[in-house]
């Protein structure tokens, strides 16, 4: 399985962007975005279990951004609204040949397959 993330960019405060995460040789269980600041570790953003399409956020996102699917496409999103600095990273999309329990859904050691990442850059 190989994952090619996109849609990064530069915008500012208040603004939306919508990432994309292509799943190619094979399907995953579940799939996940994580993001990385400088001088930061890498944290867990969302996730969906691909079984039920049960959905995980941390609460800093909670509310502003929305993950989802377009199983057709082979391709997950992340939709990013009132982007604020503090949300500046490289994201990474990672994914998982199984489901996994909610509780560890945002924990990147359970993700064998990574994007290359894209840089979200919130500024003014």
């Known amino acids: 399985v190989q994952l090619q993330a996109s849609g990064g960019g530069l915008v500012q405060p208040g603004g939306s962007l919508r990432l994309s995460c292509e799943v190619s040789g094979g399907h995953y269980g579940t799939i996940a975005w994580f993001r990385q600041a400088p001088g930061k570790e890498r944290e867990g953003v969302s996730c969906?279990?691909?079984?039920?399409?049960?959905?995980s956020y941390r609460d800093s996102v909670k509310g502003r951004f929305t993950i989802s699917r377009d199983r057709a496409k082979n391709t997950a999103y992340l939709q990013m609204n009132r982007l604020q600095p503090d949300d500046t990273a490289v994201y990474y999309c990672a994914s998982r040949p199984g489901a996994i329990i909610v509780g560890r859904c945002l924990d990147p050691s359970v993700y064998e397959t990574w994007g290359q990442g894209t840089q979200v850059t919130v500024s003014s």
């Open positions: 969906l279990r691909s079984s039920d399409r049960h959905t």
